[in-house]
Nanobody
Framework: VVQLAESVGGSVHAGGSLKLSCSAS??????MAWFRQLPGKEREGVAA???????RYADFLRSRFTISQVTAENTLYLQMNTLTPEDTAVYYC?????????????????????WGQGTQVTVSS
């Protein structure tokens, strides 16, 4: 069992930045991702990184977010820039050790076995 723990989110004004982190309880080579759930909406994929370090992003981000990892620390990051009120959501870290066809399915919540508890990000106008 892998445990994932996100850092505390936060509140920022529009245009600001936040950096989320997610610590994993194991150093296994994982596929990892960030999802978010806006109020009243389905959980959606934001960004993901493969076990070889290749990243993928949701088109709606327009290059504002960057996913990264420090494998020696078992930590995943999400740098979020130029935030807007539409980015207000609960952000979740997800991981799995095997994802077939990762680059095609990375944004589907169904392919990840392990999830963090979620962290609130609030962006005010």
């Amino acid at each position: 069992v892998v445990q994932l723990a996100e850092s505390v989110g936060g509140s920022v004004h529009a245009g600001g930045s936040l950096k989320l982190s997610c610590s994993a309880s194991t150093s296994s080579p994982f596929y990892m991702a960030w999802f978010r759930q806006l109020p009243g909406k389905e959980r959606e994929g934001v960004a993901a990184i493969s076990n070889t370090g290749t990243s993928r992003y949701a088109d709606f981000l327009r290059s504002r977010f960057t996913i990264s990892q420090v494998t020696a620390e078992n930590t995943l990051y999400l740098q979020m820039n130029t935030l807007t009120p539409e980015d207000t959501a609960v952000y979740y870290c997800a991981a799995d050790s095997r994802i077939s066809g990762f680059y095609s399915v990375w944004s589907s919540r169904d392919v990840y076995k392990y999830w963090g508890q979620g962290t609130q990000v609030t962006v005010s106008s």
